[in-house]
Structures are given as structure tokens and as C-alpha cells.
């Protein structure tokens, strides 16, 4: 996630990192790089973390999340991201990124880490918001959909295969 987060550096930009001891790193970094950071996630504290972004959304700021979660599985949009969307009525804006000459991690999600000298894009789908009359099944599939159109953009852009 290093393109997207870097492409939007100290932007107030809420987001969220699990409270496990990697997160701790993590939160660490992008708070660094002007990120307001809640802590928690679908296994652990993710309420309490849902009610601060909700308040930040409605204080004004922007929320960026990863909608498979912190494991997955790859790609499967929770439905926290829908959740946070009906409450405070935000657009989703589907972003995604791709690298001229990727590494990918034997991680479970396939990480993407850009290697030096790569042509490096993030991508921007069309926003759309998520009516309260849309049923959850429905908005899962949307969001999955408009990911993968702009990630297959991305990887266009980029010139690259997608993830094995």
C-alpha cells in the first residue's frame, strides 16, 4: 500500500491498523506521514474503531481502509466498508495501484512492492455512493467490481501482469 499512501501524504487521511504488534508499526509510519490512525480491526477492537471513523467522517476528514481486512481473504470487500459508508453517507472512491516491475509477497493478500526504478500508478475509479436501500450483498459486489476495474487499469498503466 506504500504508492497510495505515499500519493497522499499529510492529508488528515483517517485509516486503520490492527492492534497487533505489527500495527504498532504500522500505525507508527503512517502517522508519520500525516495519517490519523484508529486502532482495531474485524478481530479486534473494530467497533470501537468504526465509531471514532464515523466521528472523523462527520468532523470532515476523509477514511481510507483496505477492504479485504487485515487476513482476508484476498479481495473479499468486508462489510465494515459498508457499514462506515451508510452511517455517514461517504462515496466510496475505489483506488488501487500497480508497479512497472513488482515484487509480490508470499504474503496471503500478494503484496505488491514496488522495486527501484519501476514505473509506479495509482489509479482512481468513478466514486459512487451506497443508497440505504442498496442490500449489503449488493454494495459488496459493487465495491469488489469497481476494485478490480481500476486495478486492472493500474496494471494497463503500468504495463504489468496482474498477481499470481
Do not use: C
Request: proline residues 7%; positive net charge; without cysteine.
Amino acid at each position: 500500500m506504500f504508492l497510495p499512501i505515499d500519493a497522499h501524504r499529510n492529508e488528515s487521511i483517517v485509516t486503520m491498523a490492527s492492534q497487533s504488534k505489527d500495527g504498532n508499526i504500522i500505525a507508527r509510519w503512517l502517522e508519520s506521514n500525516g495519517y490519523l490512525v484508529t486502532r482495531g480491526s474485524t478481530t479486534r477492537g473494530g467497533s470501537e474503531a468504526l465509531r471514532r471513523m464515523v466521528y472523523h467522517v462527520r468532523s470532515g476528514h476523509d477514511v481510507a481502509l483496505t477492504v479485504d481486512g487485515p487476513r482476508g481473504p484476498a479481495r473479499v470487500v468486508q462489510r465494515g466498508v459498508v457499514r462506515l459508508a451508510r452511517m455517514t453517507q461517504a462515496w466510496i472512491l475505489p483506488i488501487s495501484f500497480s508497479s512497472s516491475w513488482p515484487l509480490f509477497l508470499g504474503s496471503w493478500d500478494r503484496h505488491l512492492v514496488p522495486k527501484p526504478f519501476s514505473h509506479n500508478v495509482v489509479a482512481y475509479g468513478k466514486p459512487f455512493a451506497v443508497p440505504q436501500d442498496m442490500s449489503d450483498e449488493t454494495a459488496l459486489t459493487k465495491i469488489a467490481t469497481a476494485l478490480d476495474q481500476v486495478t486492472a487499469e493500474a496494471d494497463e498503466s503500468a504495463g504489468t501482469q496482474p498477481s499470481p
